[in-house]
T-cell receptor
Framework: QKEVEQNSGPLSVPEGAIASLNCTYS??????FFWYRQYSGKSPELIMF????GDKEDGRFTAQLNKASQYVSLLIRDSQPSDSATYLC????????FGQGTILTVHP | ETGVTQTPRHLVMGMTNKKSLKCEQH?????MYWYKQSAKKPLELMFV???????ENNSVPSRFSPECPNSSHLFLHLHTLQPEDSALYLC???????????????FGSGTQLSVL
């Protein structure tokens, strides 16, 4: 079983819709959770982090964490073509472990 | 601009060459990292320097050799690489460091390496 698992996609959503990106992890001792966005040909940049169960909102982005079910998700409301990128989930136990990323395409 | 600068952006080398990748961070961070990114694979941590002390060597082949002369600079020395080493090599830094749960990474733009 992979330590951090993401559906590689591509996930395609129309402009204005909600994009839902999911990530599951194997280690119940995981303490903190991060979402990075990587545009094609660019390096990853941190967009969200969450430590506690529940939701955390920042603008159009909402991170959701459920430790009992061992998943973390990222919701993007009012998706824009500029949100098209690969989204990397990262989970910290004793070290930071990345998933392989989900490709998101937002079409006009 | 993230405050982490990597050079060169692109590198093509033969298997017998020796080259070095350079990374400089202007953020005053305490930890610096080398990651390898290959197509369709997760980011792989190679090396970490926490307060200039190497704390991670993730079973990386000895043909990769890191050097951290001070808290702002990081090098990755390459020699006798294999074609399967072709990948994007990313440098990153973090203020919090590897012992923190709040380990937020700032990445450089990467070096795209091709080994012929």
């Amino acid at each position: 079983q992979k330590e951090v698992e993401q559906n590689s996609g591509p996930l395609s959503v129309p402009e204005g819709a909600i994009a839902s990106l999911n990530c599951t992890y194997s280690d119940r001792g995981s303490q903190s959770f991060f979402w990075y966005r990587q545009y094609s040909g660019k390096s990853p940049e941190l967009i969200m982090f969450i430590y506690s169960n529940g939701d955390k909102e920042d603008g159009r982005f909402t991170a959701q964490l459920n430790k009992a079910s061992q998943y973390v998700s990222l919701l993007i409301r009012d998706s824009q073509p500029s949100d098209s990128a690969t989204y990397l989930c990262a989970v910290k136990v004793w070290k930071l472990t990345f998933g392989q990323g989900t490709i998101l395409t937002v079409h006009p | 601009e993230t405050g982490v600068t990597q050079t060169p952006r692109h590198l093509v080398m033969g298997m017998t060459n020796k080259k070095s990748l350079k990374c400089e961070q202007h953020l005053g961070h305490n930890a610096m990292y080398w990651y390898k990114q290959s197509a369709k694979k997760p980011l792989e941590l190679m090396f970490v320097y926490n307060f200039k002390e190497q704390t991670e060597n993730n079973s990386v082949p000895s043909r990769f050799s890191p050097e951290c002369p001070n808290s702002s600079h990081l090098f990755l020395h390459l020699h006798t690489l294999q074609p399967e080493d072709s990948a994007l090599y990313l440098c990153a830094s973090s203020q919090e460091g590897v012992t923190s749960n709040n380990e937020k990474l700032f990445f450089g733009s990467g070096t795209q390496l091709s080994v012929l």
